[in-house]
């Protein structure tokens, strides 16, 4: 689950303020809502029309502006409105829902990962706000895009994030046989408005992340700014997450969690060793030792 961090943007007598986030949460291009009926079908922006205040909205990659009536300054109420953005995402809250019966424009492509046995489809629409990975079906009863993946006999993991499917399959199957099925019903699922996730299961978000909204220390959240800034981007790339789990200052070890194409990835020791373990001892002298990856 990622966590959402917020930072805020306005002027003394500008009636519009701006809320950057951490991770992207919208489309490239940029939608402006001017009521609450322009935001039909985009759960977060109605909850801003909520407030009084809100006269209308923009809608971006990684970025929301909101613009006031005159009724009163930001300096009153932006860190009321940053809170209730950083609760709302947090707790798994959806941005834009894709349950239209009304065919949307999609496109999704294939992308091959270091994993032999993952491939990542890219679409061109937000999927999900949170990264989530599936062992089997029945982990998957709270994600139907992903269920109905499960029901291909060659899909053995399927892992959601952003706008993307990263999916492992079984050996006996090749790429080249199965990739253009799978992209087509990935593309024509997305395309009806079908729902990609129903809610996040507890036992998904108990570990991890969570533990970063939770209290930790110092050097704990040090290396949580760190692989969210510098390995997140990189891994997600290659269509997969790494997640802190836990660190231990007697023998200066980090666990981390590895999802999608990293988890079981033949090149994933490498990376560790020579990507981010490098990486966490360099901005870190003397705090760091060794980093060891649990799959997820």
């Known amino acids: 689950m990622k966590s959402y961090q917020i930072n805020t943007f306005t002027e003394k007598g500008n009636p519009w303020a701006k809320f950057k986030f951490n991770h992207a949460i919208g489309p490239k291009e940029e939608i402006h809502y001017k009521n609450i009926d322009d935001a039909k079908g985009a759960p977060l922006i109605q909850q801003l029309f909520y407030l009084p205040f809100v006269k209308s909205v923009?809608?971006?990659?990684?970025?929301?502006?909101?613009?006031?009536?005159?009724?009163?300054?930001?300096?009153?109420?932006?860190?009321?409105?940053?809170?209730?953005?950083?609760?709302?995402?947090?707790?798994?809250?959806?941005?834009?829902?894709?349950?239209?019966n009304d065919k949307i424009p999609v496109s999704v492509y294939a992308e091959s990962t270091p994993n032999p046995s993952v491939m990542k489809f890219v679409a061109n629409k937000p999927l999900v706000t949170q990264s989530i990975e599936f062992k089997n079906i029945d982990e998957a009863s709270c994600a139907p895009m992903a269920e109905k993946l499960f029901h291909f006999p060659f899909v053995k993991e399927v892992f959601i994030d952003a706008n993307y499917v990263s999916i492992t399959k079984y050996e006996v199957a090749n790429w080249d046989a199965i990739v253009m099925e799978l992209r087509e019903f990935i593309r024509k699922y997305i395309e009806e408005g079908n729902l990609i996730l129903k809610e996040v299961p507890q036992q998904k978000v108990s570990s991890g992340e969570e533990k970063v909204i939770e209290s930790l220390g110092p050097t704990e959240t040090q290396i949580v700014s760190i692989l969210d800034e510098y390995i997140k981007p990189a891994v997600a790339s290659d269509g997969g997450n790494i997640q802190f789990d836990s660190y231990n200052e007697v023998d200066k070890t980090v666990q981390v969690i590895l999802q999608g194409a990293c988890s079981g990835c033949p090149s994933s020791t490498f990376t560790l060793k020579n990507g981010i373990e490098n990486m966490l001892k360099e901005m870190m002298p003397g705090k760091i030792e060794s980093v060891i990856a649990l799959n997820g």
């Open 58 to 100: 923009r809608l971006l990659e990684n970025k929301i502006e909101v613009e006031r009536f005159d009724i009163l300054e930001w300096a009153e109420v932006i860190e009321e409105v940053q809170e209730q953005l950083q609760l709302y995402l947090n707790d798994g809250g959806i941005v834009i829902e894709a349950t239209s």
